[in-house]
């Protein structure tokens, strides 16, 4: 009969040893496998769970943008806004919200609502929003052939980290 040199016990004996049990590098092994699974599972339901909060946030931002260009077409004072576009050709001009009462936003610099041309936009702005802060109507000047002049409306917002959306009008100026 062979005896184990360190342990002085017969072979026999400790080779019923392996077959009663895992051993330290079956459950090490069985263990990290389970860890990838649980973290690969957590990983992808959270990220689900992002896109859906995404997607959530793009419907509502559509549906306030939306509104907001409604609203500006429907407010859009083109006799006060047509000279001032007119001065800047091929450059539109950045509208927003700003955090002060009876101000906009124009191109960055705060202008009073009752000294601007874009007064019939101050009450756009008014109205509560859940992207209020990040909305901006960015009007654009172009003259087409037949001499037709258009103002164009672009709404856009961020809604969520690096992802924004918008929508386009357009309003016919007569002469």
Known sequence: ?????????????????????????????????????????????INIRIQLLAQERRLLAQQEITLVRSQVM???????????????????????????????????????????????????FEDEYHFQDDIEVVLGLRTQSGGIVLIEITVR????VNRSTFVEGVVFVTN
Do not use: W
């Open 157 to 160: 917002v961020d809604y969520h």
């Open 74 to 124: 429907a407010r859009l004072d083109v006799d006060d806004v047509e000279p001032f576009l007119t001065a800047r050709p091929n450059n539109p001009v950045i509208i927003a919200r700003s955090s002060t009462v009876n101000e906009l936003l124009i191109d960055g610099s705060p202008v009073s609502c009752e000294t601007s041309a874009f007064e019939s936009l101050c009450y756009v």
């Open 1 to 45: 009969m062979k005896r184990c040199i360190i342990c002085k016990q017969s072979l026999s004996k400790l080779s019923g040893i392996s077959k009663r049990g895992f051993t330290l590098i079956e459950t090490v092994a069985a263990i990290t496998i389970l860890s990838l699974v649980l973290v690969s599972t957590f990983a992808i339901a």
